[in-house]
């Protein structure tokens, strides 16, 4: 097996998470649970996921110098990854506000906060080894992921781009990605449509065609879809189901998704089977409540299937 590195560079928030019979109208207040606040963001969540499987792993991001920043350094840490590169600064840690519904799913609102600073200058030194997995997504400053996706690309690492929270992307990023990872809904954006998407295999073939190498669609309780290009151009698409579990919080499924998938490149896996692997791991995320605290090490995963 590869000990490629896994470098993950992106957000780390602390989630409060509040319990709702239904989310709020315009103008509506609803009463919740007691707030319940865990080490959470999207960057640090797949860090956290790559490393509890025992992975090679590095995180690059910012906190403040708060409880709350105290409490993700030592979840990032505590999953094995190298936390080197994370830095404390003069900004409160950021947050991300998450309401719960009964049926598992969930409304987030992000406050930056400390993510703001991971910038370009933060990321400039990095160094590369070819067969390096880098994992962006985009809860960091845009410039930052455009400063630093090409190079990386250039310099040989894989660079793994979750559009998420989507935004439209240069083409020099979409073109480095190997994979595009996107939900449902970050597609439709990133498609430019409104009326949500008909038939995934035809949007994984759209996605393909903003210029990505390979892209992974995840249909969160239906699994996922990856398509790829062979040497002579033809599409090839691989459905890979979900497991049946009773998803009792869905926060951070998608993330502990993109972490394990990344780390299976990094082991040298091809994309079907690091895309089996990531939808098990996944499946434990929602099966628990959290984000960090719900991923599984590499002995749970083994040790039963949810
Ligand atoms: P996000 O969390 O980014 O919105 P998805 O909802 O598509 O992304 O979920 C990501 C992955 O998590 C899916 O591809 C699937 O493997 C797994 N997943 C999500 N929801 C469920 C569920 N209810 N049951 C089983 N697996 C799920």
Same mark, same amino acid.
């Not at 792993?57 to 409880?67: H, I, L």
């Given at each position: ?32 649970? *007691? ?7 999207? /960057? #640090? ?8 499987? /025992? ?8 906190? /403040? ?38 049926? /598992? ?5 992000? #406050?930056?906060? #400390? ?41 040989? #690492? ?29 597609? *439709? ?118």
């Amino acid at each position: 097996m590869s000990t490629a590195r896994v470098v993950v560079v992106g957000s780390a928030n602390a989630d409060v998470v509040v319990d709702v019979d239904h989310r709020p109208a315009d103008g509506e207040t609803v009463l919740g649970s *007691d707030a319940v606040v865990s080490p959470g963001g999207k /960057g #640090a969540n797949q860090a956290v996921a790559a490393g509890r499987l /025992g992975g090679r792993v590095a995180f690059v991001g910012c906190v /403040g110098d708060d409880a709350n920043g105290q409490m993700l350094r030592a979840s990032i840490s505590g999953a094995g990854v190298d936390v080197t590169a994370l830095r404390t600064v003069d900004v409160p840690t950021g947050t991300a506000i998450i309401l719960i519904t009964p049926d /598992g799913e969930n409304s987030i609102v992000v #406050a930056p906060g #400390a993510n703001r600073r991971v910038d370009e200058a933060m990321v400039e030194d990095l160094e590369w080894e070819r067969g390096d997995v880098l994992v962006v997504q985009l809860e960091i400053p845009l410039p930052t992921v455009t400063h630093l996706v090409p190079r990386a690309h250039r310099a040989g #690492a894989r660079v793994v781009v979750n559009a998420a929270p989507a935004a439209p992307l240069p083409r020099d990023v979409l073109q480095a990605a190997d994979p595009l990872v996107v939900n449902e809904s970050e597609a *439709d954006l990133l498609l430019g449509r409104t009326a949500g998407l008909q038939g995934e295999d035809g949007v994984v073939r759209e996605l393909l065609d903003l210029g990505p190498r390979s892209v992974v669609l995840t249909l969160g309780a239906r699994g996922a879809v990856l398509a790829e290009r062979d040497r002579n151009g033809a599409v090839r698409t691989v459905h890979v189901a979900a497991h049946r579990v009773t998803a009792v919080d869905t926060t951070g499924a998608g993330d502990a998704f993109v972490g394990a998938l990344s780390l299976g490149l990094a082991q040298g896996e091809p994309l079907d089977q690091a895309v089996t692997r990531a939808t098990a791991v996944a499946a434990h995320a929602v099966g628990r409540r959290g984000a960090q605290d719900s991923y599984p090490t590499a002995d749970e995963l083994s040790g039963s299937t949810p």
